[in-house]
């Protein structure tokens, strides 16, 4: 499996600012997906990171809020902007295994906005 | 929408105790997955089942995959405090997504 590390592992931040979360990848890999976990709920979509074109978002996620770029086939970051409490979450980066069944996923951003 | 249904929501045992976590659907997906999730930290891949009928064990915790492939359940046996955390059930519908289950949250109490 993909050794998938995330940078911040945890944040509080302040209402109104903008963060990024950056996911590196230790190989290549085609699908990246980021997802959200607000607390104690399970995981939601937020979009799929293409690499060279715009993120595929799901329903409910706009690019506006949470712009994300994936240069490489190893790296892709997350902006959460203009947070509000609502979106006091755990940030999710995963990747696809080779034959696409199962996905694995970093550890997690932690954001608390106040 | 495909939906995955866990069961139970919420489960708090003794140590020591067998206990048996459900994974619903009325749809038929390619492969299921298993995840457990600690506090503060990312979901960690338990098993992927693939076949219908398929039982995988890993130590104590034993996987069953339905023969329609809608369905999943994991049975740990004598369970420990550390296997307290979220399990998630994921299915993959075809290579077109993923589905995540709510989750069941489990306590095992010394």
Do not use: A
């Given at each position: 499996s993909a050794v998938i590390s995330q940078k911040p592992s945890r944040d509080i931040c302040q209402r109104g600012t903008s963060l990024t979360i950056q996911c590196q990848v230790d190989s290549q890999v085609t699908m990246m997906f980021w997802y959200r976990q607000q607390p104690g709920q399970s995981l939601t979509l937020i979009a799929t990171a293409n690499q060279g074109s715009e993120a595929t978002y799901e329903s409910g996620f706009v690019i506006d809020k949470f712009p994300i770029s994936r240069p490489n086939l190893t790296f892709s970051t997350l902006t959460v902007s203009n947070m509000s409490p609502e979106d006091s979450s755990i940030y999710l980066c995963s990747v696809s295994a080779p034959g696409g069944n199962t996905i694995y996923f970093g550890e997690g951003s932690w954001l608390t906005v106040v | 929408?495909?939906?995955?249904?866990?069961?139970?929501?919420?489960?708090?045992?003794?140590?020591?105790?067998?206990?048996?976590?459900?994974?619903?659907?009325?749809?038929?997906?390619?492969?299921?997955?298993?995840?457990?999730?600690?506090?503060?930290?990312?979901?960690?891949?338990?098993?992927?089942?693939?076949?219908?009928g398929e039982v995988k064990k890993l130590k104590r915790l034993t996987f069953q995959f339905g023969d329609a492939r809608k369905d999943s359940s994991l049975h740990i046996t004598a369970a420990q405090p550390g296997d307290t955390g979220l399990y998630l059930c994921a299915a993959d519908n075809y290579g077109q997504n993923f589905v995540f289950g709510p989750g069941t949250r489990l306590s095992v109490l010394p």
């Open positions: - | 929408t495909q939906l995955l249904e866990q069961s139970p929501q919420f489960l708090s045992i003794q140590e020591g105790e067998n206990l048996t976590v459900y994974c619903n659907s009325s749809s038929v997906f390619s492969s299921l997955q298993w995840y457990r999730q600690e506090p503060g930290e990312g979901p960690v891949l338990l098993v992927t089942v693939v076949t219908g």
